[in-house]
């Protein structure tokens, strides 16, 4: 029996995930203390409902204290559990609260909230199998991805993507690596208008033995990081590859993993960064910028 576990931040979109699932024939419990997880799985588990999912964040901060043992026990019990933890950045947040009117549940000053309420919510994010930042999510664009999120099997998740340090590091993985030390095709011409999805490139960017050293480097670093998140008992890891624009380089390593980790049943999320229409070569009325 499914039983997937709601947090986040104030704002983060917690309640529109919860319409979500419970579109999805999830019976749903708002903000129920960690303690009572166990029973409500154990209820819902005696009364034959096959998809269960419960809140918890800020307005349970009283009942967070035995956190640790509520998860623990719950996990033990039920081996279908997952937790899913919502963030986003602070002025995004302070938007959502001005637009809606709503009081923060901590009652003070909004940035000072924010602050406490990510210190006070630490310890939730940390037992998240799945955290994502919602900064830059519309609210059919979370169900999307939680649907998508929940039809997946209970193998452990290795999930991957793309990015470009210019446009700053994704908020939502667990680890973010940086290749921009590879050889850059940027530099060349005829491959400066490709991608890292082009053989070409990515023949480019592996091509010299110290290359392929770094790279096998970061294979195994990638590994054995999402092992150790495995034997912890998580259930999805998530690595940001990045490299300067996020065309090139990040996206030839970051496909390259994903076929070289079908072990760890890699996915590739997405290549944040790359460009859908390729632009013209600098000369040709491109702009600058390395990649």
Request: proline residues 5%; charged residues 25%.
């Given at each position: ?92 947040l302070l938007k959502r609260y001005n637009l809606s009117r709503r009081e923060h549940p901590l009652g003070e000053n909004l940035l000072l909230d924010f602050a406490r309420e990510r210190d006070l919510l630490a310890p939730l994010r940390a037992l998240a199998d799945t955290v994502i930042d919602t900064t830059e999510l519309t609210v059919p664009e979370l169900s999307q991805r939680i649907t998508g999120l929940l039809k997946t099997d209970r193998r452990f998740e290795l999930r991957l993507m793309s990015f470009g340090f210019k446009h700053a590091p994704p908020r939502d993985v667990d680890l ?116």
């Amino acid at each position: 029996m499914p039983f997937v576990i709601v947090s986040g931040l104030s704002g983060s979109g917690k309640s529109s995930l919860l319409r979500t699932l419970e579109d999805s024939a999830y019976l749903i419990t708002d903000n129920l203390p960690p303690a009572l997880w166990l029973n409500m799985y154990e209820l819902a588990q005696a009364q034959g409902i096959q998809n269960v999912a419960v809140s918890a964040d800020a307005r349970t901060r009283a009942f967070l204290h035995d956190l640790d043992d509520s998860f623990r026990e719950l996990s033990f019990r039920a081996p279908d559990v997952r937790m899913i933890f919502l963030e986003a950045a602070d002025e995004v947040l302070l938007k959502r609260y001005n637009l809606s009117r709503r009081e923060h549940p901590l009652g003070e000053n909004l940035l000072l909230d924010f602050a406490r309420e990510r210190d006070l919510l630490a310890p939730l994010r940390a037992l998240a199998d799945t955290v994502i930042d919602t900064t830059e999510l519309t609210v059919p664009e979370l169900s999307q991805r939680i649907t998508g999120l929940l039809k997946t099997d209970r193998r452990f998740e290795l999930r991957l993507m793309s990015f470009g340090f210019k446009h700053a590091p994704p908020r939502d993985v667990d680890l973010v690596l940086d290749v921009r030390s590879l050889p850059n095709p940027y530099y060349e011409p005829e491959l400066r208008p490709l991608t890292g999805l082009d053989t070409r490139v990515a023949g480019h960017v592996f091509a010299t033995e110290d290359a392929e050293d770094f790279y096998q480097q970061v294979k195994a670093f990638v590994t054995t990081a999402a092992e150790r998140a495995e034997r912890a008992g998580r259930h999805g890891y998530s690595v940001g590859i990045g490299c300067t624009g996020g065309q090139h380089r990040s996206v030839a390593v970051t496909e390259r993993l994903a076929q070289e980790l079908r072990d760890l049943n890699a996915e590739l999320i997405l290549h944040r960064d790359m460009p859908s229409v390729i632009e013209a070569p600098l000369g040709e009325g491109a702009g600058g910028g390395t990649k």
